[in-house]
């Protein structure tokens, strides 16, 4: 173990699979429609992996994306963070299976469960483990498959949710880029946003499933608010832990739930909103991969240049919430 150290995003990618569902295509599975969903959500289609695809094909290809970006091979990693609700099995951890399908063997692997807020999280526990000295490159990925954990007849969670991930390769540096973590949780009531059916609480059972209960279930109008009081929380005590005001932030890289939560987050923080970097048209929420997966997109629409100020925010299951400031 060395002393502490810096930490920088040496690469960035992400990967989501072709299938689409629009919201077309939800209209004629159930009672909805596009301007519901819109005018609601923000949302107008979601990516779906194809029957037989799992959480670590997509978090392999972001992978594979991000360290070819860092400029080092997977023999470079000392560990491998995979942040997912959705992983291939119940265990292993889905990171040990990335880490063997990038070919390395004997290196530290592990998942971080803590849903929406998974990818922030992930990064904050990467970054302390380079800047402590441990290790000087970690592999981060934020990879979801939720097709395999919704219900299609459930018109209030069927519309939210698709698949996808996104990585970053985290690695020493002299300069440091990490410059505030907060994260917070409260699990006064696990039934706000859960999976009811598969844990010890309550055994998989056939009328379960038949029922939905191996499924996202979500009281959403409930947990609105606590998301948008608790991201500009997050925000304040970043910006504040590191003596920055929100005129320092250059892009503001949120979980993608809501286009409406985030444009009151937005406003509470006032930011404007060209600051803001919003990509769930498209995608929906894709859980611990949403912020991967936009913060790779901000960088390749060159929105991230060196020097820039980012500000990760996240919201979701636990109720678990979280928010990193980062100089790029
Ligand atoms: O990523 C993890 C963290 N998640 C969040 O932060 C999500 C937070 N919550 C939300 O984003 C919103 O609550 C939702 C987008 C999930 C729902 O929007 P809402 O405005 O809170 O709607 P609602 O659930 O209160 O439902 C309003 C109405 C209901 O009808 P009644 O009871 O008013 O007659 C629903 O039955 O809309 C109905 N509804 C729908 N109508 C058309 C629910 N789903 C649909 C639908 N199409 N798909």
Same mark, same amino acid.
């Given at each position: 173990m060395g002393s502490l150290a810096g930490v920088r995003i040496a690469g960035v990618g992400h990967y989501t699979p072709p299938g689409i569902l629009t919201n077309a295509d939800l209209e004629?599975?159930?009672?909805?429609?596009?301007?519901?969903?819109?005018?609601r959500t923000g949302i107008k289609e979601r990516r779906i992996g194809a029957p037989g695809t799992v959480t670590s094909d997509f978090a392999f290809a972001a992978a594979q994306v991000a360290l070819e970006r860092a400029g080092i091979t997977p023999a470079d990693l000392d560990a491998v963070i995979v942040a997912?609700?959705? #992983? *291939?099995?119940?265990?292993?951890?889905?990171?040990?299976?990335?880490?063997?399908?990038?070919?390395?063997?004997g290196k530290t692997a592990f998942d971080i469960e803590i849903a929406c807020s998974g990818f922030v999280y992930s990064l &904050?526990? #990467?970054?302390?483990?380079?800047?402590?000295?441990?290790?000087? $490159?970690?592999?981060?990925?934020? %990879?979801?498959?939720?097709?395999?954990?919704?219900?299609?007849? *459930? $018109?209030? &969670?069927?519309?939210?949710?698709?698949d996808g991930a996104g990585a970053i390769v985290l690695e020493a540096s002299d300069v440091d880029s990490y410059l505030a973590s907060h994260l917070g949780t409260d699990g006064a009531d696990p039934t706000r946003l859960f999976i009811e059916e598969g844990g010890s609480a309550h055994a998989t059972t056939t009328e379960g499933y +038949?029922?939905?209960?191996?499924?996202?279930?979500?009281?959403? $109008?409930e947990?609105?608010?606590? %998301?948008?009081?608790?991201?500009?929380?997050? %925000?304040?005590?970043v910006l504040a832990g590191a003596n920055m005001t929100?005129? *320092?932030?250059d892009i503001v890289v949120p979980h993608q739930a809501n286009a409406r939560i985030i444009d009151s987050v937005a406003k509470y923080l006032e930011v404007p909103s060209e600051k803001v970097f919003l990509n769930i048209a498209k995608y929906g929420n894709t859980s611990a991969a949403s912020v991967?997966? %936009?913060?790779?997109?901000?960088?390749? +629409?060159?929105?991230? +240049?060196?020097?820039?100020?980012?500000?990760?925010l996240s919201f979701g299951g636990g109720l678990s919430w979280g928010a990193v400031l980062w100089k790029w």
């Open positions: 004629r599975m159930f009672a909805t429609n596009d301007e519901w969903i819109v005018s997912t609700v959705s #992983g *291939d099995y119940q265990f292993p951890a889905t990171a040990c299976i990335l880490a063997h399908r990038l070919g390395i063997r &904050t526990v #990467g970054s302390a483990l380079v800047r402590s000295g441990m290790y000087q $490159r970690v592999l981060v990925v934020g %990879a979801e498959k939720l097709s395999s954990i919704t219900d299609y007849a *459930d $018109r209030s &969670t069927a519309i939210l949710f698709g +038949a029922s939905g209960k191996f499924a996202i279930k979500m009281r959403g $109008r947990i609105y608010k606590n %998301a948008v009081e608790e991201m500009v929380g997050a %925000a304040k005590s929100v005129a *320092d932030v991967g997966i %936009a913060l790779s997109e901000a960088w390749e +629409a060159g929105r991230i +240049a060196p020097g820039s100020h980012v500000l990760f």
